[in-house]
C-alpha cells in the first residue's frame, strides 16, 4: 500500500501568497519564498504552488520566480497557472518543477494532456479538478472557479486519466476557506473512478478531517491551506496523528 501523502498548497498572486474562501475574499498572507522554507523544516511531503490569477490575466508561467523558488524547495514541488501549452510545461520542469498542475487549458485542449504525458511522463501531469455541487451533481469550473464547464466530476476524470493524467487533485469551491471538512462523498466517487492518485482538497479544518478522506474516501494524499496557514497545526503533527490512527504516512 502507499503511504499517503500530506501537502500544503500555496496560492500566490503578485502581491505575494493569499488564501481566500470559495475561491475569492482573497486576502494576503505572506510571501512565497518564507513559507517555503518553513514548509522545508516541517517535514512537508511536497508543496504545491499555484499562481491564481496567470489564467485570467493570460500571462505565462513565471519561470524565474518558479526557479528561484525551487532552489528553496527541497521536497517535490508541482507548480501551476497559466499552463497551455508543452513548451510551458517543459518551462517549469527546466526551472526546477517536479510536477504541473493544469486546470483551465485541458477543458480547451485535451491533448497537451495526452503530448505533456508522452514526452515528460505521466507522473508529473496532475489535472485540478475544481469542482461545485449544484442541485446535488458535481460540476467541474475553470478560469479559477469563474466559469462553469457544464462537465460533470464523475465524467471528465475518467476523460483525463485516458489521455494520460498521472493524479488528480479534486478541490471542492464551496468547501475552500471552510475549515469545514473535505467533501467525502465526491472523493470517494472519484477514488472509484479512476486508478490513478486522488489527492483530495478544499476544506480541512482538523486532523480528523484528512483522517476521513484517506479512511472513508480512499484518498491517495491530501491537500490544505488554511489549516497551515492560520492555526498551530502543521503537516508533521498531521502525519503523527494519522500514524496514530493506523495510517501509513511517508517519514
Given at each position: 500500500?502507499?503511504?499517503?501523502?500530506v501537502?500544503p498548497?500555496?496560492?500566490?498572486?503578485?502581491?505575494?501568497?493569499?488564501?481566500?474562501?470559495?475561491?475569492?475574499?482573497?486576502r494576503?498572507?505572506?510571501?512565497?519564498?518564507?513559507?517555503?522554507?518553513?514548509y522545508?523544516?516541517?517535514?512537508?511531503?511536497?508543496?504545491?504552488?499555484?499562481?491564481?490569477?496567470?489564467?485570467?490575466?493570460?500571462?505565462?508561467?513565471?519561470?524565474?520566480?518558479?526557479?528561484?523558488?525551487?532552489?528553496?524547495?527541497?521536497?517535490?514541488?508541482?507548480?501551476?497557472?497559466?499552463?497551455?501549452?508543452?513548451?510551458?510545461i517543459?518551462?517549469?520542469?527546466?526551472?526546477?518543477?517536479?510536477?504541473?498542475c493544469?486546470?483551465?487549458?485541458?477543458y480547451?485542449?485535451?491533448?497537451l494532456?495526452?503530448?505533456?504525458?508522452?514526452?515528460?511522463?505521466?507522473?508529473?501531469?496532475?489535472?485540478?479538478?475544481?469542482?461545485k455541487?449544484?442541485?446535488?451533481?458535481?460540476y467541474?469550473?475553470?478560469?479559477?472557479?469563474?466559469?462553469?464547464?457544464?462537465?460533470?466530476?464523475?465524467?471528465?476524470?475518467?476523460?483525463?486519466?485516458?489521455?494520460?493524467?498521472?493524479?488528480?487533485i479534486?478541490?471542492?469551491?464551496?468547501?475552500?476557506?471552510?475549515?469545514?471538512?473535505?467533501?467525502?462523498?465526491?472523493?470517494?466517487?472519484?477514488?472509484?473512478?479512476?486508478?490513478?492518485?486522488?489527492?483530495a482538497?478544499?476544506?480541512?479544518?482538523?486532523?480528523e478531517?484528512?483522517?476521513?478522506?484517506?479512511?472513508?474516501?480512499?484518498?491517495?494524499?491530501?491537500?490544505?491551506?488554511?489549516?497551515?496557514?492560520?492555526?498551530?497545526?502543521?503537516?508533521?503533527?498531521?502525519?503523527?496523528?494519522?500514524?496514530?490512527?493506523?495510517?501509513?504516512?511517508?517519514?
Amino acid at each position: 500500500m502507499l503511504k499517503v501523502r500530506v501537502i500544503p498548497t500555496l496560492l500566490y498572486k503578485e502581491v505575494g501568497l493569499v488564501k481566500g474562501i470559495g475561491f475569492n475574499s482573497w486576502r494576503r498572507i505572506d510571501t512565497v519564498l518564507p513559507a517555503i522554507k518553513v514548509y522545508n523544516m516541517r517535514e512537508v511531503d511536497e508543496l504545491i504552488l499555484l499562481d491564481i490569477e496567470a489564467t485570467i490575466k493570460s500571462k505565462e508561467p513565471d519561470y524565474e520566480s518558479i526557479k528561484e523558488f525551487s532552489k528553496e524547495c527541497f521536497v517535490p514541488f508541482c507548480v501551476g497557472g497559466g499552463i497551455k501549452s508543452i513548451d510551458h510545461i517543459r518551462g517549469l520542469l527546466r526551472a526546477g518543477a517536479d510536477k504541473v498542475c493544469i486546470n483551465s487549458e485541458a477543458y480547451n485542449n485535451l491533448n497537451l494532456i495526452r503530448e505533456g504525458a508522452k514526452l515528460f511522463g505521466s507522473q508529473c501531469i496532475v489535472i485540478s479538478v475544481d469542482f461545485k455541487c449544484i442541485d446535488e451533481k458535481y460540476y467541474c469550473f475553470s478560469q479559477s472557479g469563474n466559469f462553469n464547464t457544464g462537465i460533470l466530476v464523475e465524467e471528465w476524470v475518467k476523460i483525463v486519466e485516458e489521455a494520460g493524467a498521472g493524479e488528480i487533485i479534486l478541490t471542492s469551491i464551496d468547501k475552500d476557506g471552510t475549515m469545514s471538512g473535505y467533501d467525502l462523498e465526491i472523493i470517494k466517487k472519484v477514488v472509484d473512478i479512476v486508478s490513478i492518485p486522488v489527492i483530495a482538497s478544499g476544506g480541512a479544518g482538523k486532523y480528523e478531517d484528512m483522517f476521513k478522506a484517506i479512511n472513508y474516501s480512499k484518498a491517495s494524499a491530501v491537500a490544505a491551506a488554511s489549516i497551515f496557514h492560520f492555526t498551530e497545526m502543521t503537516s508533521k503533527e498531521a502525519k503523527m496523528y494519522l500514524s496514530n490512527k493506523g495510517i501509513a504516512t511517508r517519514s
